[in-house]
């Protein structure tokens, strides 16, 4: 079994700053690629960020600047910081992994946190 679950959404007015964190735990071999994905109501979900277990990083091309991902191995944890908010960042961020389950390589994903931003 594994689990992942995010922390640190809210709400925040714009121009502040969050930081997203998702942990993962369970019994797992390893954990490979790791990534936060965002939802809008009425929109797809998207890619925000990705951080190989190297710290190897991808971003969004639309973020890049505002969002900082980094990882702690050691924690078996994710972030993200976000900065300048937008209202246009409100939704449910969701965290997602590539992980080694004995000889299974699978994606999970968490139960997303929600991010509000508004005055």
């Known amino acids: 079994q594994v689990q992942l679950v995010e922390s640190g959404g809210g709400l925040v007015q714009p121009g502040g700053s969050l930081r997203l964190s998702c942990a993962a735990s369970?019994?797992?071999?390893?954990?490979?690629?790791m990534a936060w994905y965002r939802q809008a109501p009425g929109k797809q979900r998207e890619l925000v960020a990705s951080?190989?277990?190297?710290?190897?990083?991808n971003y969004a091309d639309s973020l890049k600047g505002r969002y900082t991902i980094s990882r702690d191995n050691a924690k078996n944890t994710v972030y993200l910081q976000m900065n300048n908010l937008e209202p246009g960042d409100t939704a449910v961020y969701y965290c997602?992994?590539?992980?080694?389950?004995?000889?299974?390589?699978?994606?999970?994903w968490g139960q997303g946190t929600q991010v509000t931003v508004s005055s």
């Open positions: 997602n992994a590539r992980i080694l389950v004995g000889s299974s390589l699978s994606y999970y």
């Open positions: 369970g019994s797992f071999a390893s954990i490979d690629i």
């Open positions: 951080i190989t277990k190297l710290g190897r990083t």
